[in-house]
T-cell receptor, first 113, second 113 residues
């Protein structure tokens, strides 16, 4: 158990809908990262937050957004969902923004029908 | 190339050594990582190596780094059935004070009794 929690574990929804994925980092970690894992693209970095502020952006679509709240939990919002958004979404956390160790949560499996 | 490359599959017998290879892309990457993903689970950080090291050993795991060839390997001694999983190689690419992890597509290790 990494100490990073993600909810829900599974999510099934329809195209065009909007969903919110939630992540709680390990106690003491200030930085949160979001990744998408799909069969064709592999594991891709989406976005990073540190202490409430966006720190780095990767291959995140404009339909996706995220935020980190004062209690350090983070939410990833996915809107206008398409079939191709079906994937495993992982959250990871680390102590600081440039810390070399990232600890991953168990993931949220999103299925778009 | 731009991608971190790994072979997709490796099959070994229980008790043998496993060697999983990876070629990364950026010679200035500071840290190289090995993560393990068991079925239905998140990514577990196994080990990492700083780019100025050639080798790191941690119990049954040995990481070798050839910086000139941008080649990283993970050797698992006395492989057990519990080692069956997907192993991801990742490099940390620096962007100013930030470092983003770029993952390979993973090597599925099957251990036969």
């Amino acid at each position: 158990d990494s100490g990073v929690t993600q909810t829900p574990k599974h999510l099934i929804t329809a195209t065009g809908q909007r969903v919110t994925l939630r992540c709680s980092p390990r106690s003491g970690d200030l930085s949160v990262y979001w990744y998408q894992q799909s069969l064709d693209q592999g594991l891709q970095f989406l976005i990073q937050y540190y202490n409430g502020e966006e720190r780095a952006k990767g291959n995140i679509l404009e339909r996706f957004s995220a935020q980190q709240f004062p209690d350090l939990h983070s939410e990833l919002n996915l809107s206008s969902l398409e079939l191709g958004d079906s994937a495993l979404y992982f959250c990871a956390s680390s102590v600081g923004p440039g810390t070399n160790e990232q600890f991953f949560g168990p993931g949220t499996r999103l299925t778009v029908l | 190339g731009e991608d971190v490359e790994q072979s997709l599959f490796l099959s070994v017998r229980e008790g043998d050594s496993s060697v999983i290879n990876c070629t990364y892309t950026d010679s200035s990457s500071t840290y190289l990582y090995w993560y393990k993903q068991e079925p239905g689970a998140g990514l577990q950080l196994l080990t990492y190596i700083f780019s100025n090291m050639d080798m790191k050993q941690d119990q049954r795991l040995t990481v070798l780094l050839n910086k000139k060839d941008k080649h990283l390997s993970l050797r698992i001694a006395d492989t057990q059935t519990g080692d069956s999983a997907i192993y991801f190689c990742a490099e940390r690419r620096e962007r100013g004070s930030q470092g983003n992890l770029i993952f390979g597509k993973g090597t599925k290790l099957s251990v036969k009794p």
